[in-house]
């Protein structure tokens, strides 16, 4: 019988009592939670867990379920004996964390660099090139991949399900495009969601805070028949807008209405077969600063503008299984998306179809083979500060994989894999690698990779003209010219692209890993990577349209037709277009480590390095700017240091402090953050928390950019309750 639930949720915009000044409190409370008695017998604190939040060793970790990833070699493996640098967020780090979004999960990653620029937007990468529009990275939802064919990046605002239907987020840094094709070149991040097995009964989830201003989730799962099971659930969030550099109401607020569907099913004959989708509907206010065409010719910001977000996706997987180990899985998805952003409106169409094939032909080789069929429609109409030729568009992608892991001793594995495609903008792409594991001892592992990957373009790289987005400062153009133009600002527009080729990445990686013990973990790669023909901006040597040559003041350039043409009201804009422009290499290194302390107290710890070096290919107009660009978008280092307790009486603390060094480019220094979580245990199911977030600054710029319109704001310190049954 399919239970039902009714609540509802007073809005309460939550503030006065919680924010005092807390850095010294905050400070004495980990201080003592730290000096907690050795002496707290680990049996008297298990009987008080019950069936509390999930608590796995270190031990659990290697050698169980959790660590068996499937992202690296598109089959089940230890993570222990991966070849890759591979970091798992498991189920109970979510929910220990008191993160709220997929993006925040992931700041926990060794190496990957998040920063929000917005109520609603992030930069998010790893292993460099961190920008809001970063597209070297490969993100999948249930074998999903989400990013936009649009900028080759993901819309974060909008990728989002029950996170306590996350059954873990495996992370590759590194390539991954022999298995899952192109833009999968600085890394994989496969959100992988439960069995709905996994997620039977009643959930509820509720809250409301000083940011998180309201948010609820119901789940319910159930039989279907004597083979199959089922779930769906509901959620909806409505978040606070940041703050501006003074302090007031950014009004970059974000609502948003989910639901979803799964259902599972395996057969006596060894078939497995499941169905998912989910709808979402909602809206952001984004803060845009643009240039306005019409009128008074000026910079000015837009606030309070609602973007509305709409779309889908339905997702079906068949996989039969052999007596002899074989197996074969056929996979189909379609994805709609609509985004009514004042700068254009998007509606995209995918239809992905997907075949493979894992056989043993002989003793001590594993083959699995593929093949793919993406079909993509989209329209792009309503634009301002946007123009291209053609408003909508149809591509398609053909590809094949190969790979055969080859057992060559008990301790040495070899894996030789390639991905083959055809894409409508560069063609064929030819994707190898190649990998090797010594496993010196069971809980001592080598491994070393050599891969090639690339990042085809994208429709805003090849066709789209933006203009009064990009703002030059007067630094930037230098004295001559703003000496002409003191009435308006400095345009630079960028234009796409038709010839552009695909970047491409050659990737050296080295790892090592050990467990000692069974208490302590360390896991370290060294990576050097060399890309080629990276995009970037040069001089167009044309004007637009609505612009004129003018040479009066002895350099040539484009001035805005309308307003007063004579300096100093000189309106000027800069044509730029993208070319296949810039060389770079990076390395660096990333140290994982755990540490279960006592059977009640673990510690994880990770440490990342990274250095860029760029160069311009050829020596022309903006060449310093874009080797600038390229070397200071990402930090130099980043850290983090997460630790989790079960106290007695079914109390659970948790804190996470990051740090994250300085962005040049987005003129963000260097931070320090801390996130801390209390929760109570009541009875059996119910468990009410508190969390508080970003407890070091009252608030702070993390990130900020030029290229897209949008105003950056400020993250704040924050608070939310929360309660959490389930049944």
Request: with cysteine; charged share 20%.
């Amino acid at each position: 019988m399919i239970q039902q639930c009714f609540f509802f949720l007073i809005d309460i915009q939550w503030s006065g009592a919680l924010k005092q000044p807390h850095n010294s409190l905050l400070l004495a409370g980990i201080f003592s939670s730290l000096i907690i008695p050795v002496n707290l017998q680990a049996d008297s604190v298990r009987d008080n867990m019950g069936d509390a939040l999930l608590d796995l060793s270190l031990e659990e970790l290697i050698s169980l379920d959790v660590p068996d990833v499937t992202s690296v070699s598109k089959r089940k493996q230890r993570l222990m004996d991966s070849p890759a640098a591979v970091f798992v967020i498991t189920n109970e780090d979510i929910q220990r964390s008191g993160v709220t979004s997929i993006p925040e999960a992931l700041r926990m990653v060794p190496g990957m660099q998040v920063a929000r620029l917005n109520g609603n937007t992030w930069s998010l990468s790893t292993r460099g090139f961190n920008y809001i529009f970063a597209n070297k990275l490969l993100v999948l939802i249930d074998g999903r991949t989400v990013y936009s064919p649009l900028f080759s990046g993901v819309n974060w605002d909008v990728q989002d399900t029950m996170l306590e239907d996350i059954a873990r987020i495996e992370v590759i840094r590194g390539p991954g495009a022999a298995l899952w094709g192109a833009n999968a070149v600085n890394g994989v991040i496969n959100i992988i969601t439960k069995h709905s097995a996994d997620t039977q009964g009643g959930l509820l989830s509720t809250g409301f805070g000083s940011e998180e201003k309201a948010f609820a989730a119901y789940r319910y799962g159930g039989e279907l028949g004597d083979d199959g099971y089922y779930r769906a659930f509901f959620k909806t969030f409505n978040r606070d807008g940041l703050a501006n550099s003074d302090g007031s109401n950014a009004n970059d607020d974000w609502k948003i209405n989910r639901a979803g569907l799964r259902a599972d099913w395996r057969t006596e004959t060894g078939a497995e077969a499941s169905i998912q989708g989910e709808i979402y509907d909602g809206t952001t206010k984004p803060p845009l600063k643009l240039f306005n065409y019409y009128g008074n010719l000026e910079k000015k910001t837009i606030v309070d503008l609602s973007r509305g977000q709409q779309g889908g996706h339905l997702i079906g997987n068949y996989k039969k299984y052999y007596n002899d180990g074989s197996n074969f899985s056929l996979k189909g998805y379609y994805d709609r998306y609509e985004n009514y952003d004042y700068r254009v409106t998007e509606k995209r169409d995918i239809g992905d179809l997907e075949f493979q094939h894992q056989i043993l032909p002989w003793e001590n080789h594993d083959i699995i083979w593929g093949l793919g069929y993406r079909l993509t429609k989209y329209n792009l109409s309503d634009m301002n500060n946007i123009t291209m030729p053609h408003t909508s568009r149809t591509d398609e992608l053909y590809s094949a994989f190969i790979q055969d892991h080859i057992t060559l001793t008990p301790e040495w594995s070899l894996a030789l894999s390639s991905r083959f495609e055809h894409n409508d903008f560069t063609g064929y792409e030819i994707q190898p690698n190649a990998k090797v594991t010594w496993k010196a001892t069971e809980n001592r592992t080598f491994w070393g990779s050599l891969s090639r990957a690339v990042k085809t373009p994208s429709i805003s790289e090849t066709a789209v003209t933006t203009r009064g987005i990009n703002f030059l400062s007067d630094s930037m153009v230098g004295p001559q010219l703003t000496a002409l133009s003191q009435a308006g600002p400095f345009l630079m527009s960028i234009s796409g692209n038709e010839s552009l080729e695909s970047e491409d990445l050659t990737a050296l990686e080295f790892g090592y890993r050990e467990l000692f013990n069974n208490r302590f973990k360390i896991d370290v790669t060294a990576f050097y990577n060399q890309y080629k023909d990276i995009m970037a901006y040069v001089n167009a040597n044309t004007c637009l349209s609505g612009t004129s040559l003018n040479t009066t003041y002895g350099v040539p350039l484009c001035v805005l037709d309308a307003g007063i043409q004579t300096a100093p009201n000189l309106i000027i804009e800069f044509p730029t277009m993208l070319v296949n422009g810039l060389n770079a290499k990076t390395y660096g290194l990333e140290v994982v480590a755990g540490w279960q302390v006592k059977d009640w107290w673990k510690l994880q710890a990770n440490f990342s390095a990274l250095q860029v070096d760029a160069e311009a290919q050829k020596n022309e107009l903006y060449r310093k700017e874009n080797e600038i660009l390229i070397e200071e978008l990402s930090a130099t280092s980043t850290a983090n240091l997460r630790s989790s307790m079960n106290l007695p009486n079914q109390w659970y603390l948790d804190f996470w402090v990051r740090y994250m060094d300085n962005l040049k480019n987005a003129q963000v220094g260097a931070y320090t953050a801390l996130d801390l979580r209390v929760a109570k245990k009541i009875g059996k199911d119910l468990e009410l928390s508190l969390t508080g977030k970003n407890l070091f600054d009252k608030q702070r710029l993390e990130f900020s950019e030029i290229f897209s319109g949008l105003e950056a704001t400020e993250v704040q310190e924050s608070w939310y309750l929360q309660l959490r049954w389930q049944h």
